[in-house]
């Protein structure tokens, strides 16, 4: 799609309460009731895990490593947060029970990067990126890390693997191969890749739906050239609509476990904070206020 296909703010807004609507009309409206939402968060001085209620209460600290840690994953049952971080000196991926909070085993390569983790929907298998010979690649491996293999395999930078919920069989991820970081997809055997997005901008933070038939992203396509904000797009339609304009630099989309909403984060003003909103783009709520908080991810409760 190019340029002249981009339609005005007033068109845009009326696509995306259709996009909305058809979301309600299949789902309906689920209770959000007992989901959580993990975020990282710099309030304390260091970058740490922490986790909160789906409106914003009872906020927690959920890892104490004094050091920088980020970007959340939790398992499908709720009960194991995977993240990376630098406490041990170099980038790794460490996990821990939701539960007890203990710190369990994950086996990470030696490498400049290990960043992104992703539990496949079964919960047996984690995804993740590292370097690999001078590139960043995306690998699958155990739960535990174990007997890692890399997916992809190009002169190009790829991290941010996001398995389809409901298939377990293909993956969104973000892709350099073109030259610009877009959206791509393809099989967990690194086949079938198509590019979803066009090519213009630069695109980050992929995430399905609960259903696998829509996704969510962040994208300096639209209004505001060159500034992120969220997008999303029906898979079989590959119609991209823009949700957020015109305040601030949005960014880290994820559904919420209903289908119908979403959380993101928002930098406006000196701070970064994170807000929920319908699938529209109406109804945006702020849920937190204290420093900075990033790369949240919206989850059932532990089952």
């Known amino acids: 799609m190019c340029s002249s296909d981009l339609m005005d703010a007033a068109g845009a807004r009326k696509v995306a309460r259709e996009f909305a609507a058809d979301i309600l009309a299949q789902f309906g409206a689920k209770?959000?009731?007992?989901?959580?939402i993990y975020f990282v968060s710099d309030r304390t001085g260091s970058r740490e895990i922490w986790s909160m209620d789906h409106d914003g209460t009872n906020q927690r600290r959920i890892?104490?490593?004094?050091s920088t840690s980020s970007m959340p994953a939790v398992s499908p049952d709720?009960?194991?947060?995977?993240?990376?971080?630098?406490?041990?000196g170099?980038?790794?991926?460490r996990v821990h029970s939701t539960d007890s909070g203990r710190r369990l085993p994950f086996y990470n390569p030696v490498s400049s990067v290990v960043e992104t983790p992703e539990f496949t929907p079964d919960g047996k298998q984690m995804l993740f990126a590292t370097a690999i010979n001078g590139w960043v690649q995306i690998c699958i491996g155990g739960i535990d890390g174990s007997g890692f293999r890399r997916i992809s395999n190009v002169r190009a930078i790829e991290v941010s693997p996001r398995v389809n919920p409901k298939t377990g069989a293909d993956m969104l991820f973000i892709s350099g191969r073109?030259?610009?970081?877009?959206?791509?997809?393809?099989?967990?055997?690194?086949?079938?890749?198509q590019q979803l997005t066009t090519g213009e901008g630069d695109v980050a933070n992929p995430a399905w739906s609960?259903?696998?038939?829509?996704?969510?992203f962040a994208w300096t396509r639209g209004y505001e050239p060159g500034n992120f904000n969220i997008f999303v797009m029906d898979v079989a339609k590959r119609q991209p609509i823009q949700l957020t304009q015109g305040t601030g630099r949005n960014e880290n989309p994820w559904w919420a476990p209903d289908g119908v909403h979403l959380v993101f984060t928002s930098k406006r003003g000196n701070s970064t904070q994170i807000y929920t909103m319908l699938a529209d783009g109406s109804n945006v709520q702020q849920l937190t206020t204290q420093g900075n908080n990033i790369q949240p991810v919206w989850v059932n409760g532990v089952n």
């Open 63 to 66: 890892t104490q490593y004094n």
């Open 31 to 36: 209770s959000l009731a007992g989901s959580k």
């Open 90 to 93: 170099n980038p790794q991926i």
């Open 78 to 88: 709720g009960k194991m947060v995977a993240f990376t971080t630098y406490a041990g």
């Open 178 to 193: 073109g030259g610009r970081q877009q959206m791509w997809r393809m099989n967990l055997d690194g086949g079938d890749m």
């Open 210 to 216: 609960p259903s696998g038939q829509q996704i969510a």
